[in-house]
């Protein structure tokens, strides 16, 4: 099975950047789409971000469009997601995640999770 780990998380002002990344342990043969997701302290985890691994088309919450961008570089097995303009409101421990679907329907169909990050964005 594939393991993800994820890394790249702290702490960082209102108004800077960090770029997360997801390593998979082994190749994603079986996986047709990646991508992200936060859950802040005493809410549901949300979905952020997806990308398709063969076609590179991404999909993003509305809440985020325009400030992260998701992609991936096959030859590591490594999924990113590069986050500007960071706000408080940002503040969560994200998640990596696969699935066997398509970038859209990943929201509601994901096969694995990493352990998560934690991301602390202050004013």
């Known amino acids: 099975q594939v393991q993800l780990v994820e890394s790249g998380g702290g702490p960082v002002q209102a108004g800077g950047s960090l770029r997360l990344s997801c390593a998979a342990s082994?190749?994603?043969?079986?996986?047709?789409?990646m991508g992200w997701f936060r859950q802040a302290p005493g809410k549901d985890r949300e979905f952020v971000a997806a990308?398709?691994?063969?076609?590179?088309?991404?999909y993003y919450a509305d809440s985020i469009k325009g400030r992260f961008t998701i992609s991936r570089d096959e030859d590591k097995n490594t999924l990113y997601l590069q986050m500007n303009s960071l706000k408080p409101e940002d503040t969560a421990v994200y998640y990596c995640?696969?699935?066997?679907?398509?970038?859209?329907?990943?929201?509601?169909?994901?096969?694995?999770w990493g352990q998560g990050t934690q991301v602390t964005v202050s004013s």
């Open positions: 995640a696969t699935s066997a679907a398509s970038a859209q329907r990943l929201p509601d169909r994901v096969d694995r």
């Open positions: 082994r190749p994603t043969f079986a996986v047709y789409s």
């Open positions: 990308i398709n691994l063969n076609s590179g088309s991404t």
